[in-house]
């Protein structure tokens, strides 16, 4: 039973891991297209652009979106980002990243167990306590990435 336990254990790890890197996937095409935005023929000014001004430890994600957003604004032949996505994938990468998983059993009636699924608990904007499938949480992740991907895709090749 405990090497049973351990298995979903490091499964539920790879699951954040994934989660986790993706989004930094995310965030290095974000920082790319703002740094080819305010390219400098000064290859050392580019440098520190990029590797200083637009790192995680100074600019966070969400300040990235936010500055890529405004540039997307101003560039009429961009298409329109779906903010509501990147704020989808910022919210389930944070849950998969600070919450711990819990076992949720359903029970019918006759206190038989209908339905059983690994949950985790996330703030919702408004404050409440939310609870989710960590399975479909994953699905949702899944599809809000391959769509912002897809996105992004569209704006490095505007971009050359």
Request: net charge positive; proline share 1%.
């Amino acid at each position: 039973m405990r090497i049973k336990s351990e298995k979903e254990k490091v499964g539920r790890q790879m699951e954040t891991a994934f989660v986790v890197e993706k989004t930094i996937e995310l965030e290095e095409s974000i920082a790319s297209i703002i740094s080819q935005y305010f390219h400098s023929n000064d290859i050392d000014k580019n440098i520190v652009f990029r590797n200083i001004v637009l790192n995680n430890a100074i600019i966070s994600l969400s300040s990235k979106i936010k500055l890529y957003r405004h540039i997307n604004s101003i560039e009429n032949d961009w298409p329109t980002p779906n903010i509501a996505l990147f704020q989808k994938v910022m919210n389930i990468r944070n849950t998969f990243a600070h919450s711990s998983t819990s076992r949720v059993y359903i029970l019918n009636e006759d206190k038989e167990i209908i339905d059983k699924h690994l949950s985790l608990k996330s703030v919702s904007g408004s404050g409440a306590l939310k609870r989710s499938k960590r399975s479909d949480l994953l699905i949702e992740f899944e599809d809000a990435f391959r769509e912002i991907k897809r996105h992004l895709h569209e704006i490095n090749k505007i971009q050359k």
